[in-house]
């Protein structure tokens, strides 16, 4: 029986090996020599469900928190928030990172618990945690995502609890080292056969 991590890895994750692909990351344009591809996990209903009860909601009833809302942002981290959301008897909604708002209506002092799809530079997660706190909310920690390769556990202060985590390295464009070595970056879940394909064949 696999666990779910392995689970995870089998399915979604991409890793650099001497190949002629690599990844563009969309969250902050730096090329990435890891990879999850969290559309292969979002589409295994069953499998969502399984992250969310074996390990987000056991930490949350580990730490005694009953979040009012579980929120994220659109749009790879919505199946698994709605999916916490109904297990743990929460309010769902998500924030708009690109206008900065969120239009749900969430009180001030309500409590709050972030998710995410995967963590590399952790911009998307900062801004989510900038709109929620502006509206008085209270951001409770850890932040939950499927993957975390940025290599912290903490971020704006709050600890991190991923499914599967691991440091992967982030290069400029202009400082890419798989670039160097003759490698091609391309947008990973439009090419995801291709860097798959090549993995599979080493
Ligand atoms: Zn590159």
Same mark, same amino acid.
């Given at each position: 029986?696999?666990? %779910?991590?392995?689970? %995870? ?14 990844? @563009?990351? !969309?969250?902050?344009?730096?090329? !990435? +020599?890891?990879?999850?591809?969290? $559309?292969?996990?979002?589409? $295994?209903?069953?499998?969502?469900? *399984?992250?969310?009860? +074996? ?12 979040? +009012?809302?579980? %929120? ?11 999916? &916490?959301?109904?297990?743990?008897? =929460? ?7 690109? #206008?900065?708002?969120?239009?749900? $209506?969430? @009180? ?19 801004? #989510?945690?900038?709109?929620?706190? !502006?509206?008085? =909310? ?6 939950? #995502? %499927? ?17 599967? !985590? ?5 290069? $400029? *464009?202009? +400082?890419? &080292? ?6 091609? =970056? ?10 798959? @394909? ?5």
């Amino acid at each position: 029986m696999k666990t %779910i991590p392995e689970l %995870i890895i089998d399915k979604a994750v991409w890793r650099y090996d001497d190949s002629s692909l690599h990844v @563009k990351t !969309s969250e902050s344009g730096m090329h !990435s +020599d890891l990879y999850l591809n969290t $559309d292969y996990i979002v589409s $295994d209903v069953s499998l969502v469900e *399984e992250i969310v009860e +074996d390990i987000f909601l056991k930490e949350l009833n580990l730490r005694n928190i009953k979040p +009012d809302w579980v %929120i994220s942002y659109p749009p790879f981290g919505l199946a698994v928030a709605y999916a &916490l959301a109904r297990q743990a008897g =929460a309010k769902f909604g998500y924030v708009d990172i690109q #206008t900065g708002l969120c239009n749900f $209506d969430i @009180k001030a002092g309500e409590k709050v618990i972030i998710v995410g799809d995967d963590i590399y530079s952790g911009g998307s997660i900062k801004k #989510t945690i900038e709109i929620i706190n !502006s509206l008085g =909310a209270k951001v409770q920690s850890p932040i939950l #995502t %499927i993957g975390n390769f940025s290599g912290a556990e903490v971020l704006s202060g709050l600890e991190v609890i991923s499914a599967i !985590s691991e440091k992967g390295n982030l290069y $400029d *464009e202009n +400082d890419c &080292l798989m670039c160097k070595l003759g490698s091609k =970056a391309v947008s990973p879940r439009q090419n995801w056969n291709e860097l798959i @394909k090549q993995h599979q064949a080493e």
